[in-house]
């Protein structure tokens, strides 16, 4: 199995880049986890996105739903010239209300509303849902298959009780927002690089991805955070980062 990074900045794309997008492949599924600025894009130069088996919004930030919008327009015309013929299963928060009215688009989607503690099956996965600490109604999700598991702890605040969620995850996708340096006064439902490290170590996640990076960021920097708050095996995401579990 893989999962592609499509896009990992935020709260805007880096030059031929993407905001949060990633994809989940095993035994030909495919799961869309968020949709950002640029992902569709992306995700075209691995499968026409029609041919998704399922999306997972975590949250309805623009950075995390941009091109959801269009993914409508693709699935839609799919279905009417006979490329698709069942709507695409669509699991996302519906609030705030403004947005997730926008979710559903005719025929072409079927909304699958997301609470805390949700499970569902998807393909060969089984999905958790878990709130975490964030302004809006956000989402990580723990999907288990294939004898593997993978935590996508969405944007979330220092706040966020991952031990609820996951203990020995292979895979902790996990958001490193700010530099330490820059952490605001009051927490903003974001992470530091460290504090991400360090959640992953308190989990003992096997392998660790960090992602929702600052365009602006050198890298050099962000992986000096990671250094000595993490023991295990670590990635910086970029676009076109495929890892194989």
């Known amino acids: 199995m893989k999962w592609r990074v499509l896009g990992c900045h935020s709260p ?9 997008g990633y994809l989940l492949e095993a035994e030909g599924h495919r799961i869309l ?27 309805l930030h623009h950075d995390h739903i941009a091109d959801f919008f269009v993914l ?4 839609q015309t799919a279905m009417r010239r006979g490329w698709r013929r069942d709507p695409l299963p ?3 928060p519906t609030r705030p209300e403004k947005w997730g009215n926008l979710l ?16 569902s099956i998807l393909g060969r996965w089984e999905t958790t849902f878990f709130r975490t600490d964030h302004a809006v109604p956000c989402f990580a999700v723990l999907l288990e298959g294939f004898g593997r598991s993978i935590l996508y702890g969405a944007d979330s605040g220092p706040k966020t009780n991952w031990d609820v969620m996951a203990r020995n995850p292979d895979l902790f996708v996990c958001e490193g927002t700010f530099l330490e340096r820059d952490l ?23 392998e660790l991805l960090l992602t929702h990076l600052f365009p602006e960021y050198d890298r050099d920097e ?11 095996r670590w ?11």
């Open 12 to 20: 805007f794309p880096a030059p031929g880049g993407a905001t949060p």
């Open 33 to 59: 986890i968020d949709c950002g600025s640029g992902v569709l894009s992306k995700l075209a130069e691995v499968c026409p996105p029609y041919r998704l088996d399922a999306v997972i919004l975590s949250h």
């Open 72 to 75: 409508q327009y693709a699935v």
């Open 90 to 92: 669509v699991y996302a």
């Open 104 to 119: 559903p688009y005719g025929d072409a989607i079927r909304l699958h509303p997301v609470q805390e503690g949700m499970k």
């Open 184 to 206: 605001p006064e009051n927490p903003v439902g974001h992470l530091s690089v460290k504090q991400a490290a360090e959640a992953a170590e308190r989990i003992r996640a096997r």
């Open 222 to 232: 962000i992986e000096e955070e990671v250094r000595g708050s993490y023991s295990g």
């Open 235 to 245: 990635w910086l995401a970029e676009t076109g980062l495929t890892l194989s579990l």
